[in-house]
């Protein structure tokens, strides 16, 4: 049964976590150096949409969890320590906006999101689909979170956007859970998303073509913009009852340019969840 409904100011928190990485690993590296991106002096804090994030209590930063504070062996144990760290998030009366990591980490986040607000509609900004049953013997393997996610009902809708990669096992996967999957030549073609919140909003960073976001571990080219994704953030219906951005991997940036792509997308995701808890 989830909690009494509460839309209290978001808390920013970076997992530490890419041990799940599939091809190459380094995601672990990037909450700092998004929080150094997003506190530069090259910029400020106030979003596009007029929402000055340093106004006090507007927000607030839990930092991280460090990869020596989770079990170091069995990625089970790794999933209940995360869902226990954003439930006293939520407990505590935040929505949680997290830093990955890799995507493994939504898993358990979305434990915690719909034990304390209900299963959300959830919109999926990603290259992949990432609903494979197992993924190298892995069934917790960041190209697995959302088939965890639908298979235990911690989300009542799945939108996907920006899809590129799908195979016929995730088309299988998709039928088979009711995924909404809005790919690349569908968004070409003109199809957008119909969302009703509560919403949560997990953006991968491989979403955005690797021209505006080299910083990724699996670039896979013919991706949404900047723009396209701002766009998305800056429409999702209120309330946002919680957030995460992985998949940055400082190791494969270029002159920190993924970096402040995560910031900026981190700002505007901000901005959208305090103006939708006026």
Same mark, same amino acid.
């Given at each position: ?12 928190i970076?997992v530490?976590?890419d041990?799940q990485?599939s091809f190459r690993?380094?995601?672990?590296? $990037?909450?700092?150096?998004i929080r150094? $991106?997003?506190h530069s002096?090259?910029?400020?804090l ?6 000055d994030l340093?106004?006090a209590? *507007?927000?607030?930063?839990g ?5 020596? $504070? &989770?079990?170091?062996?069995?990625a089970r144990?790794? %999933?209940?320590?995360?869902e226990?760290e954003v ?8 929505r ?6 890799d995507h493994?980490?939504?898993y358990?986040i979305?434990?915690?999101v ?8 959830v919109?999926?900004?990603?290259a992949h689909?990432?609903?494979?049953d197992e993924?190298?013997?892995?069934? &917790?393997?960041?190209a697995?979170?959302?088939?965890r996610?639908?298979?235990e009902?911690?989300?009542?809708r799945l %939108?996907?956007v920006?899809?590129?990669? &799908?195979t ?9 859970f009711?995924i909404e999957?809005?790919d690349?030549?569908?968004w ?8 009703s ?9 491989d979403?955005i073509?690797?021209?505006f976001?080299p910083g %990724?571990?699996h670039?896979e080219?013919g991706g949404?913009s900047?723009r396209?994704?701002?766009?998305l953030?800056?429409s ?5 009852v919680?957030a995460?951005?992985?998949?940055y991997n400082?190791d ?12 900026? &997308?981190?700002?505007e995701?901000l901005a959208?969840?305090? *103006?939708?808890?006026?």
């Amino acid at each position: 049964m989830s909690r009494a409904i509460e839309f209290g100011p978001p808390r920013v928190i970076g997992v530490r976590y890419d041990a799940q990485s599939s091809f190459r690993r380094g995601p672990a590296g $990037a909450p700092p150096l998004i929080r150094a $991106a997003l506190h530069s002096s090259a910029g400020n804090l106030w979003s596009e949409s007029g929402v000055d994030l340093g106004v006090a209590g *507007s927000w607030s930063d839990g930092g991280d969890i460090e990869p020596g $504070a &989770l079990p170091s062996t069995n990625a089970r144990d790794v %999933v209940g320590a995360i869902e226990g760290e954003v439930d006293r998030v939520v407990a505590a009366g935040h929505r949680p906006l997290i830093l990955g990591g890799d995507h493994s980490i939504t898993y358990p986040i979305l434990r915690a999101v719909a034990k304390g607000f209900g299963p959300p509609t959830v919109l999926h900004i990603d290259a992949h689909a990432d609903t494979y049953d197992e993924f190298e013997g892995n069934r &917790l393997s960041h190209a697995c979170p959302f088939a965890r996610i639908m298979e235990e009902g911690l989300a009542s809708r799945l %939108v996907q956007v920006g899809i590129r990669t &799908l195979t016929g096992h995730q088309r299988d996967q998709a039928r088979r859970f009711g995924i909404e999957v809005i790919d690349m030549i569908a968004w070409a073609g003109g199809a957008r998303p119909n969302l009703s919140g509560p919403l949560y909003i997990s953006l991968d960073l491989d979403g955005i073509d690797p021209a505006f976001a080299p910083g %990724v571990s699996h670039r896979e080219p013919g991706g949404l913009s900047v723009r396209e994704v701002i766009g998305l953030v800056q429409s999702a219906p209120i309330p946002i009852v919680g957030a995460d951005l992985v998949e940055y991997n400082p190791d494969a940036d270029v002159d920190g340019m993924t970096a402040t792509v995560a910031a900026k &997308l981190v700002k505007e995701l901000l901005a959208r969840m305090i *103006s939708g808890a006026r």
